[in-house]
């Protein structure tokens, strides 16, 4: 088990799909827990083995606060099998330091995946909870999407990126989510 070092957006690898994973060997277990110890050194509320240089479908996500007790959950081979509503999510994430801004999230999700022990299971995050937008944002990483892709304000986003000395957007990766769009205009 070991802290490791996060890649910072502009690392190629963040923008490559990841492996299915085929067993959950003892590297897979150790690269979990490797996964585990990077989030909780940084913080964060999840991180997905891409993020530290592992090309592979897992992610780790423990949205537990304050004084509640620790409560990871692995994610491998994850499937969103069902998505409704949408949300105004303010994101950031730990390959990109200190960089936040509004971005288009489902409000709810259902997620199948497999565990840390090789059991299935299915998990809800409903009402634009941090977990289903966290969810979302951990998934997208398997596929080389990152949360900028999804940003509201185009602007703002890149404000924000060149106030960090961080790589500009990627006009080509920018998603656009028409249907998440006009069911925000409708909430505003
Ligand atoms: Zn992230």
Same mark, same amino acid.
């Given at each position: 088990?070991?802290? +490791? =070092?996060?890649?910072?957006?502009?690392?190629?690898?963040?923008r490559e799909p990841s492996k299915e994973v085929h067993k959950v060997s003892k590297k897979i277990k150790d690269l979990i827990n490797d996964l585990m110890d990077t989030m909780y050194a940084q913080n964060g509320v999840g991180l997905a083995a891409p993020q530290i240089g592992e090309n592979l479908r897992i992610f780790v996500i423990d949205v537990a606060t304050g004084n509640e007790p620790?409560?990871?959950?692995?994610?491998?081979?994850? +499937?969103?099998? =069902? +998505?409704?509503?949408?949300? +105004?999510?303010?994101?950031?994430?730990?390959?990109?330091?200190?960089?936040?801004? *509004?971005?288009?999230?489902?409000?709810?999700?259902?997620? =199948? @995946?497999?565990?840390?022990?090789?059991?299935?299971?299915?998990?809800? @995050?409903?009402?634009?909870?941090?977990?289903?937008?966290?969810?979302?944002? /951990?998934?997208?990483?398997?596929?080389?999407?990152?949360?900028?892709?999804?940003?509201?304000?185009?602007?703002?986003?890149?404000?924000?990126?060149?106030?960090?000395?961080?790589? *500009?957007?990627?006009? *080509?990766?920018?998603? /656009?989510?028409? /249907?998440?769009? *006009?069911?925000?205009?409708?909430?505003?």
């Amino acid at each position: 088990m070991a802290i +490791k =070092k996060v890649l910072h957006y502009g690392e190629p690898s963040l923008r490559e799909p990841s492996k299915e994973v085929h067993k959950v060997s003892k590297k897979i277990k150790d690269l979990i827990n490797d996964l585990m110890d990077t989030m909780y050194a940084q913080n964060g509320v999840g991180l997905a083995a891409p993020q530290i240089g592992e090309n592979l479908r897992i992610f780790v996500i423990d949205v537990a606060t304050g004084n509640e007790p620790l409560n990871p959950i692995v994610f491998i081979n994850p +499937k969103i099998i =069902k +998505k409704s509503g949408a949300v +105004k999510s303010n994101e950031g994430c730990l390959s990109f330091p200190e960089t936040y801004t *509004d971005v288009r999230r489902y409000a709810n999700v259902m997620v =199948k @995946a497999i565990n840390e022990n090789g059991k299935p299971f299915v998990l809800e @995050a409903k009402d634009g909870s941090l977990l289903a937008r966290a969810i979302q944002h /951990e998934n997208d990483h398997l596929d080389g999407i990152l949360f900028i892709d999804h940003c509201i304000n185009r602007f703002e986003a890149e404000e924000v990126l060149k106030k960090h000395n961080l790589p *500009d957007l990627d006009p *080509d990766c920018l998603i /656009e989510e028409k /249907e998440l769009e *006009d069911e925000l205009n409708k909430n505003d």
